[in-house]
């Protein structure tokens, strides 16, 4: 019900423990499925999902505390470190990572950023990140590592951040970030963007064509990025 409400891609997790599972999310309209116990307690149903449904439409959700993986609700150590787990399980195929600070999961105190860092240069799979986000200076710190996407959880429900306050706010930052101002149809543009900041990450070009169109707006986004970082591009003004 909820894929067929909603126009952004869907990504479920939790329960999912077979291929019966998987299969049943996967032809039901859901873009992505995210795993985590199941990678380290039934490795051959693992390697079997992806066989049959594409890594791409896998997600490996990596709840650490310190440096070990947790599984089972956190309950239970995997004796794995986080990064040797990321490099081991980048060579799968999976489609990225869900990573999770236990420790800063609901604690409003700002994302483990040193441990993101970490993560981003051992795999070049998406990253999304999780555990302490409560600011949009928290999401602009992660984006400019290299963190695709990030979740925000407790900073909503406490009403600390809005959805739209945050969509707003980025706008603002990108537009101030370009190297020339926007028509009033790139702006337009832009004011629409759903919640999809990902995209075509990291792009370095504005795509020619109608400026309208979402490829258009998500290639702005991937550039205001690169000048956040600190890095080159080359840009073109309309």
Same mark, same amino acid.
């Given at each position: 019900?909820?894929?067929?409400?909603?126009?952004? =891609?869907?990504?479920?997790?939790?329960?999912?423990?077979?291929?019966?599972?998987?299969?049943r999310l996967l032809?039901?309209?859901? *873009? %992505?499925?995210?795993?985590?116990?199941?990678?380290?307690? /039934?490795?051959?149903?693992?390697?079997?999902?992806?066989k049959k449904f594409?890594?791409?439409?896998?997600?490996?959700?990596?709840?650490?505390?310190?440096?070990?993986?947790?599984?089972? +609700?956190?309950?239970?150590? !995997?004796?794995?470190?986080?990064?040797? %787990?990321?490099?081991?399980?980048?060579?799968?195929?999976?489609?990225? $990572?869900?990573?999770? %600070?236990?420790?800063?999961?609901?604690? #409003?105190?700002? =994302?483990?950023?040193?441990?993101?860092?970490?993560?981003?240069?051992?795999?070049?799979?998406?990253?999304?990140?999780?555990?302490? $986000?409560?600011?949009?200076?928290?999401?602009?710190?992660?984006? &400019?590592?290299?963190?695709?996407?990030?979740?925000?959880?407790? *900073?909503?429900?406490?009403?600390?951040? !809005?959805?739209?306050?945050?969509?707003?706010?980025?706008? /603002?930052?990108?537009?101030?970030?370009? @190297? $020339?101002?926007?028509?009033?149809?790139?702006? #337009?543009?832009?004011?629409?963007?759903?919640?999809?900041? *990902?995209? /075509?990450?990291?792009?370095?070009?504005?795509?020619?064509?109608?400026?309208?169109?979402?490829? !258009?707006?998500? &290639?702005?986004?991937?550039?205001?990025?690169?000048?956040?970082?600190? +890095?080159?591009?080359?840009?073109?003004? @309309?």
């Amino acid at each position: 019900e909820i894929s067929e409400s909603v126009s952004v =891609p869907l990504q479920v997790g939790g329960g999912i423990r077979s291929l019966q599972d998987a299969d049943r999310l996967l032809t039901s309209g859901v *873009a %992505s499925i995210v795993i985590g116990t199941l990678v380290f307690k /039934e490795r051959e149903i693992f390697l079997e999902m992806i066989k049959k449904f594409g890594g791409g439409r896998l997600i490996v959700s990596l709840d650490y505390r310190r440096d070990e993986v947790m599984v089972d +609700g956190w309950r239970r150590g !995997t004796g794995m470190r986080l990064i040797d %787990s990321i490099r081991e399980l980048g060579n799968s195929g999976v489609k990225g $990572f869900l990573v999770t %600070s236990i420790e800063k999961d609901g604690m #409003l105190q700002g =994302p483990d950023i040193e441990m993101l860092r970490k993560v981003r240069l051992a795999t070049e799979r998406e990253i999304q990140a999780s555990g302490g $986000f409560r600011s949009i200076d928290d999401i602009l710190r992660a984006r &400019a590592i290299g963190i695709d996407s990030v979740i925000l959880g407790k *900073a909503l429900y406490d009403g600390i951040l !809005t959805l739209d306050g945050v969509l707003r706010a980025l706008r /603002e930052k990108i537009e101030a970030a370009l @190297p $020339f101002s926007l028509t009033a149809s790139q702006r #337009l543009a832009l004011s629409e963007i759903g919640g999809d900041l *990902a995209g /075509e990450k990291r792009m370095l070009r504005l795509l020619q064509g109608d400026v309208g169109s979402g490829k !258009t707006v998500v &290639a702005l986004i991937a550039m205001a990025d690169v000048v956040e970082a600190g +890095g080159q591009a080359s840009l073109m003004a @309309p």
